[in-house]
């Protein structure tokens, strides 16, 4: 289920440090990418992934992240504390909402794969029959 995880965090040096490590995520990670240079508030996503599993953390500005799963049970996390990674399974339909100037950061469990993807909606919806 989709969730948020409070990641480890320090203070020192006049800032905070937040960390990714070991079984601080419910997955072994195999690609780690980021989104940047937003020039306007953008919609992004529109798809659902068939196997892979993802974390995203917001680094800076503001995202607001959309979530449905097949049964049709939806979420909404509002990301903007580097701190707080958001956290959710396979075969949930994605939708995000970036500011301008966000940062985000995004963890899977897998490789970069087109054909992982679910881009149409009534074909992730078929997913649960
Ligand atoms: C996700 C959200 C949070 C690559 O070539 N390699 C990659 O690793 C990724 C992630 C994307 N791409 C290409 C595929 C597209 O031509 O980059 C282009 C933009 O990808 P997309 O339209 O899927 O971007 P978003 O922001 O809608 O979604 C992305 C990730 O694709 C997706 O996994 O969960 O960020």
Known sequence: MPRIIELPETEAKGGRLSFIEGENIPFGVKRVFWIYDIQEE????????LNA???LVCLQGHVQVYLENTKG???SFSLSDPSKALYFPKQHWL?????????????????YNEEGYVRDYDDFKALEL
């Not at 953008?42 to 992934?49: I, K, N």
């Not at 939708?95 to 985000?104: A, E, R, W, Y």
């Open 95 to 111: 939708k995000m909402s970036c500011d301008t100037g966000t940062i985000l950061m995004v963890l899977a469990s897998n490789e």
């Open 42 to 49: 953008t919609e992004r996503g529109g798809h659902a992934h």
């Open 53 to 55: 599993e993802q974390v």
């Open 73 to 75: 049970d939806k979420y």
